[in-house]
């Protein structure tokens, strides 16, 4: 596995690939550089930043069970600038926020499976990567002036 940084405007990205298919996204983590980072995949970051682009569709190898894949997959269909509730993700899937909760704390692939879009009912809830991660990735969507870091 190759792994390369990107510096996003909110701090380092650690972006993990393997035979061109990312493997898993680190939001806030340096990364010992192995590789040269792939152009493709830093262009369409590089634009998810700078709000040109709303979903991130670049070749991914995903790992997980059936349900975490069922959760995560779930997540490209919260509109960019919007949240889901946890319940409401949850109804959807007919299981338990609970159940959400976990699978989406196992997500490996945060920004491609947009795990910020999902938040608790009276608050942000939580957030693998900071909840500082979560208030900035939802600002930037929304269009929103946010703190850099």
Known sequence: MERFVFESPFGPIC???QSGQVLQIDLGKKCEV???PEPEIVRQ??????RKRTQLDFPVRVVGTEFQLRVWHALRDIPYGSTLSYGELAKRLHTSARAVGQALKKNPLAIYFPCH????????GGFSSGLEWKQRLLALERGERCAQS
Do not use: P
């Open 34 to 36: 192995s590789t040269q």
């Open 15 to 17: 972006v993990h690939v």
């Open 45 to 50: 970051l590089e634009e998810y930043f700078s």
């Open 117 to 124: 879009r999902v938040v608790a009912k009276g608050s942000l």
